[in-house]
């Protein structure tokens, strides 16, 4: 054990390995070793063999599973759109960290999607839940309900933001461009 109750940490500080406690609030596992997210004091639950630390500061913004976040499209390859993430909805305290996010096409809305370019296009404004985080800086994403989607979309051959024309389908006003989107049903456009 590298740290013991009551020990002030900073961000990435290694507080234990995966072998004696469970990351719980505030740390995050990275390759079999436990680190601190945020700064603050350890706190050791024996019992529960747990590891978490508390806030030296107001809770800052950190992703948790089921939380829905804003991000905008960097890059969309066969099966992954790429999700540069920007906020967290509700929360007007920024991110710990810059994340990176993915959603798989099978995420990427309820039923077959035959192509990803079909639901998103780089540049696009979105609203996604966070389905699991993966080491400290990177997390998977899901679409797959009706709130969420794209908020805003960017035409690809202009680069205008696109006026929603149906329920999955936008058009841009600049040049008459049409395209396929997986639209919220919050679409601002």
């Known amino acids: 054990m590298k740290t013991k109750s009551g020990d002030f940490v900073l961000p990435g500080d290694a507080l234990g ?103 998103f296009r780089i540049g696009d404004l979105i609203e996604a839940k966070v389905t699991k985080i993966i080491g400290v800086d990177n997390v998977d994403l899901t679409t797959a309900e009706d709130e969420l989607g794209v908020l805003k979309a960017m035409c690809t051959k202009c680069r205008h933001f696109m006026k929603q024309v149906s329920k999955n389908e936008v058009k841009c006003p600049n040049c008459g461009n049409k395209e396929r989107r997986n639209l919220s049903t919050k679409y601002e456009g």
């Open 17 to 119: 390995v995966t072998e004696e406690f469970v990351p719980s609030e505030w740390t995050y596992e990275d390759d079999g070793n436990i680190r601190s997210l945020i700064a603050g004091t350890v706190s050791l639950d024996n019992k529960n063999k747990k590891i978490s630390i508390v806030p030296k500061t107001s809770s800052p913004s950190v992703l948790k599973s089921g939380v829905v976040v804003f991000g905008q499209v960097s890059d969309v390859r066969g099966q992954r759109a790429l999700i540069k993430l920007d906020s967290i909805k509700d929360n007007n305290r920024g991110l710990v960290t810059s994340f990176s996010g993915g959603i798989h096409i099978s995420q990427a809305q309820k039923g077959y999607v035959a192509k990803l370019t079909d639901e």
